[in-house]
């Protein structure tokens, strides 16, 4: 059982550039997730999907946009890459968007925008 | 607005000893908070989870308490071991009604041989 799966693993990108991380998850959840993990920040909420065919913003949406292309993939864009995007970003889905409901995270993608 | 704190400084402790994590809140009532441990290089995976309801939680060497009160979760490992090396994080469940985890920066624990 693979879980949530992301790819790239590592990434490195020139400001300007574009490029979309992929996530698809095995366990029928309705909700997937997209958090940056940045040194001394934790984890930040950039964007979700309560469920398939809805999107919203998180704590951190600015340069970023999302698909949820069915209910098993969420992929998010970056348009014209930053250096302040250099993070890890994670993926995670969980059965519901409900309260108490525990997350499931991919392994990251490290992306580095020079 | 809502605070999550943990300590930013590695937690350093000699095997078989009790490792205990804080996790304080400011500005939240949180109904759930929740643990997740975190390996270099990895996605947070869930431990546990407690109710505000709840005062305490076990699991195999895992110990949970949530003092609503004071606003503070303690994390606790028992008997722990160098494979419990990593970095630990606390979650509350999210502000608005959106009941998206907000997650602490974490705490690593360093178990020593």
């Known amino acids: 059982n693979a879980g949530v799966t992301q790819t790239p693993k590592f990434q490195v990108l020139k400001t300007g550039q574009s490029m979309t991380l992929q996530c698809a998850q095995d366990?029928?959840?309705?909700?997937m997730y997209w958090y940056r993990q940045d040194p001394g920040m934790g984890l930040r909420l950039i964007y979700y999907s309560a469920s398939e065919g809805t999107t919203d913003k998180g704590e951190v949406p600015n340069g970023y946009n999302v698909s949820r292309l069915n209910k098993r993939e969420f992929s998010l864009r970056l348009e014209s890459a930053a250096p302040s995007q250099t993070s890890v970003y994670f993926c995670?889905?969980?059965?519901?968007?409900?309260?108490?409901?525990?997350?499931?995270f991919g392994s990251g993608t490290q992306l580095s925008v020079l | 607005s809502q605070k999550i704190e943990q300590n930013s400084e590695a937690l350093n402790i000699q095997e078989g000893k009790t490792a205990t994590l804080t996790c304080n809140y400011t500005?939240?009532?949180?109904?759930?908070l929740q643990w997740y441990r975190q390996d270099p290089g990895r996605g947070p995976v869930f431990l546990l989870l407690?109710?505000?309801?709840?005062k305490e939680k076990r699991k195999e060497r895992l110990k949970v308490t949530f003092d609503t009160t004071l606003k503070q979760s303690l994390f606790h490992i028992t008997a722990s071991q160098p494979a419990d090396s990593a970095t630990y994080l606390c979650a509350l469940d999210g502000t608005g009604g959106s009941y998206i985890p907000t997650f602490g920066r974490g705490t690593s624990l360093i178990v020593h041989p």
């Open positions: 995670a889905s969980s059965a519901e968007r409900s309260r108490g409901e525990k997350l499931f």
């Open positions: 500005n939240y009532s949180p109904a759930y």
């Open positions: 366990m029928n959840h309705n909700s």
């Open positions: 407690i109710r505000e309801n709840e």
